[in-house]
């Protein structure tokens, strides 16, 4: 596979244009005037890292997009003047042309559209509402899958390079069987004298390295195996997108409509960390984007009309999304006049969905605003009008098999909620043992873990409770229900993980804990039966199904149901021979290039994302050398440099600044702070970086 140089910029660079685009949004709230520091400040931040990354990797076109978004904050950095509604359309306009040039980057070897800084596609000049919302793509839901796949198959050949190292662990403790066997023959042969005894302790002391050899491999092979495990479930999580990614579309889309409708509209959202799968996430935010354009023409009065009503001048439209069970729940909500059920009941007498003078309530006109192609809207227009936004939220909850339910209160707004099942769905679970099964429960559930002895194993087991927290709660063994047959407690106490379930709270008894683990959870097969404890299936690091247990059902199986001890485990890591460099750089693309350079180099390399970061880490461990970003957030490069100056432990350790900062002033305080060397971004050469770091630590 060809070297991607640009493997890292790429998700740098989406995550940094998503928050510029979303914090540019955000400008357009109802902040009183606008004039609020710290979102500026924070956009600052972002396109200057993106400017800086942009300039590592010679994506000139994208840093200088990223300089002018900063031109045009600058002004507004002190919070002092507001950010005005054409600067806001100007950063908006350079946004779309950083999601252009970054979207067209592809991996060596993909099909590119065209190359960043020939022809690439501009951005339109000036915002142009009307027919941005006509023909806005549903979402920008993306997912790059030869990363993951690649990392899914090292994954599963390093777990397959250890199958022989646990079947070592077999051989060993025969081994030490075998010379505890040959210890007794001697001694019952010669005694403790003579050859024999000697002979004995020699083999006596083999089978105790045996054993301790054993026990070494079969705790080593069990952490590698949970992390191995865990990088799993985290590169298949990145296979869902998060839902972050539609939500900023859908704010735009928001935006754009109340400009083309002339109206003041505020967005708000909830759910953007919850990951989704990319298939179910894209129809949804197609059938949302009508939905929100929806809300803007229809539901929110002009300005005049919400003063007239008492309401405030700027209309609200919000989308929450969360996760109910194994199903996604999508609610977009608008504070307008709501529905015109006088219109919707003479359009439905109209086409003869209702007989005139019969009586149809309001959820009736609903099923039909939702099922007849209705309009309510006076005029057909670049925004809606024609109908087909209740029908498309339709289309898509009878395609994914869900439900979709509208609930309206004239005057007050509308309701729309799209409830839809989830093919698959990331969260972070708890790996348990219990009766020889491993198992995961999702972590959010969890509120404790509490070690038990025998004697209190063996007392919840009889009683079927346990005390906790000044509260007897209902206690379940959990290898009761994965193995109904077994009906004794296993011997030795227990781990009683305390979760909660709604409103109740139970204690689940398993025999070990191994740790936490991201998951992506897949629905159980239609035809393989399980109990309502089990809610799904993850794939372990063999690629082997691990049930997903259903907090619900164990709540409701502790009622039915009555039934052991925690292994703490530790492995000690070895320090390297030598101390590795610290690379301390807030942007993404930087610290992976730099690590790259310094470990094909020979050097052993640390990471840390900030000065804050960095200066914790040494609390730990000795560094060879520092290599600092200037601009970051919190405390700068300058700072950390001459913090560490006047740590009588730290000062013997050299830094290295580099930082997009090329003038003379720049170079001249990083010298005055400590700084060893000073090398700007844009300038980058790796020879020289390679160069300073020999002449201050040596050869690796």
């Known amino acids: 596979m060809a070297r991607d140089p640009l493997r890292y910029f790429r998700i740098e660079a989406r995550e940094l244009v998503d928050q510029l685009s979303q914090g ?94 020939m022809d690439a596609p501009q951005a339109p000049e000036a915002p142009a509402p009307a027919a941005a919302a006509e023909s806005a793509p549903a979402a920008p839901v993306r997912g790059d899958s030869a990363d993951i796949d690649e990392l899914l198959d090292a994954v599963g050949e390093a777990h397959a390079r250890f199958a022989p190292l646990r079947r070592q662990v077999a051989t060993v403790d025969r081994a030490r069987r075998a010379a505890d066997a040959i210890t007794e023959q001697l001694r019952i042969r010669g005694g403790h004298d003579g050859a024999d005894g000697r002979s004995a302790a020699m083999v006596t002391r083999l089978a105790a390295d045996l054993t301790a050899l054993g026990r070494q491999l079969t705790e080593t092979v069990e952490q590698v195996e949970r992390e191995l495990d865990d990088i799993r479930g985290r590169a298949e999580r990145l296979r869902l997108v998060p839902v972050v990614t539609v939500l900023t579309t859908l704010h735009r889309a928001v935006y754009d409509a109340a400009a083309a409708e002339g109206k003041k509209v505020v967005f708000d959202s909830g759910g953007g960390d919850l990951r989704l799968d990319p298939h179910v996430l894209s129809l949804a935010a197609g059938a949302l984007l009508h939905v929100v354009r929806n809300a803007v023409s229809h539901g929110v009065e002009t300005e005049p009309e919400r003063l007239a009503a008492g309401k405030p001048a700027a209309g609200r439209v919000s989308v929450e999304v969360h996760r109910r069970g194994t199903n996604a729940a999508f609610r977009c909500r608008d504070d307008g006049r709501g529905f015109d059920l006088g219109a919707v009941r003479a359009q439905a007498e109209a086409r003869g969905l209702v007989t005139s003078g019969a009586e149809a309530d309001v959820r009736e006109l609903m099923r039909l605003l939702m099922h007849g192609g209705i309009s309510t809207a006076g005029e057909v227009t670049g925004i809606s009008g024609r109908g087909i936004g209740l029908d498309a939220v339709r289309d898509v909850a009878e395609q994914l098999g869900g439900e979709v339910s509208v609930s309206t209160d004239p005057g007050r707004g509308t309701t729309v909620e799209l409830v839809v099942p989830l093919s698959l769905v990331s969260l972070s679970g708890l790996v348990v043992e219990a009766a020889g099964t491993l198992a995961s429960l999702p972590l959010d559930t969890v509120r404790t873990c509490v070690l038990l002895g025998a004697v209190e194993a063996a007392a919840a087991v009889a009683a079927g409770a346990l005390a906790h927290d000044g509260q007897v709660i209902a206690y379940l063994p959990l290898a009761r229900v994965l193995v109904p047959a077994q009906r004794q407690a296993a011997a030795g106490g227990a781990v009683a993980v305390i979760l909660t379930a709604g409103e109740r709270t139970v204690a689940v008894g398993v025999d070990r804990l191994l740790g936490t683990s991201a998951l992506v959870v897949r629905p159980l097969p239609d035809l393989a039966p399980a109990g309502a404890v089990v809610s799904g299936l993850s794939i372990d690091a063999e690629g082997n199904p691990r049930i997903v247990l259903d907090p619900h059902g164990l709540a409701a199986a502790a009622g039915r149901v009555a039934g052991g001890g925690a292994e703490g485990d530790g492995t000690e890591a070895s320090a390297p021979a030598r101390d590795p460099i610290l690379v301390v750089d807030d942007s993404l693309t930087t610290r992976m290039l730099e690590r790259s350079i310094l470990e094909s180099a020979g050097y052993q390399v640390e990471l840390a994302a900030s000065a804050e970061e960095a200066l914790e880490r040494v609390k730990s461990r000795r560094y060879a050398l520092f290599l600092v970003d200037i601009d970051m957030p919190g405390m700068d490069g300058f700072t950390f440099v001459t913090v560490t100056r006047a740590d009588p432990v730290l000062r013997g350790t050299p830094a290295i600044l580099v930082s997009s900062r090329a003038s003379a002033e720049d170079r001249r305080r990083g010298a005055e702070a400590g700084a060893s060397a000073y090398m700007v971004k844009s300038e980058f050469d790796q020879e020289e970086l390679l160069g300073h770091i020999r002449e201050l630590v040596g050869a690796p």
């Open 24 to 117: 540019v949004l955000d400008l357009t709230g109802d902040g009183g005037d606008g004039a609020d520091r710290e979102p500026v400040a924070r956009l600052l931040r972002h396109a200057h890292t993106l400017k800086g990354a942009a300039r590592v990797v010679r994506q000139r076109d994208i840093a200088d997009a990223a300089h002018e978004v900063e031109e045009l904050l600058v002004a507004h950095r002190d919070g002092a003047v507001p950010v005005p509604p054409e600067t806001v359309g100007a950063l908006l306009t350079l946004t779309d042309r950083l999601t252009i040039l970054v979207g067209a980057l592809r991996p060596p070897g993909a099909d590119a559209p065209q190359a960043p800084g």
